[in-house]
């Protein structure tokens, strides 16, 4: 299943729209304003909130929770890696690893040593825009809402 997330950039705060292979809006992300650390909701095409994306705050090595409801769900750790971008991610569907490009443009999503899935940033366009490329629709959103953390760490964190 391929989906397409594409930052609007002319938004106060960071928006987000994720889009099916049909061009069809499937969730759409807003960020809260004003808040220490990023906050940002994933919502469903009902205006329900399904994800919720909080950076935690540390002191090197960017931290990011995603909440279904009240719920804890996953932890992401940005780890050190020369030459590369890595991050773990401890999750309820179980744990992975997101490996990078030096460039923070290509990512692939592994679990258990297993290619699982893939993230592409798009070269050249308005707004941050990336493919995601994973094997079971059901996972659609907390993947997307892992792409939208990870966005904020490797983008956005030096801004």
């Known amino acids: 299943m391929k989906l397409y997330i594409k930052q609007r950039i002319f938004a106060l705060g960071d928006k987000y729209d994720i889009y ?9 992300v807003k960020s809260e304003l004003f808040t220490i650390g990023a906050k940002l909701h994933l919502f469903d095409r009902q205006g329900r909130e399904i994800y919720f994306i909080r ?3 540390t002191f090197l090595l960017a931290k990011y929770e995603i909440y279904q409801g009240n719920q804890l769900c996953a932890t992401i750790n940005q780890e050190f890696a020369f030459l590369r971008k890595k991050l ?16 923070s443009m290509d990512y692939t999503i592994t679990r258990n040593g297993q290619y ?14 990336y493919e995601l490329d994973i094997p079971y629709e059901e996972y659609a959103g907390f993947f997307c809402a892992l792409v ?12």
Do not use: P, Y
Not at 20 to 28: E, L, Q
Not at 88 to 103: A, C, H, M, P, R
Not at 148 to 159: L, P, Q, S, V
């Open 20 to 28: 099916d292979g049909n061009g069809n809006v499937v969730f759409d």
């Open 88 to 103: 773990n991610v401890q999750s309820s569907l179980g744990n992975f690893e997101v490996n990078g490009d030096i460039l």
């Open 55 to 57: 950076r935690r705050i």
């Open 116 to 129: 699982f899935g893939s993230i592409h940033k798009k070269w050249l366009s308005w707004g941050d825009t």
């Open 148 to 159: 939208i953390a990870i966005d904020n760490c490797m983008h956005n964190e030096n801004d």
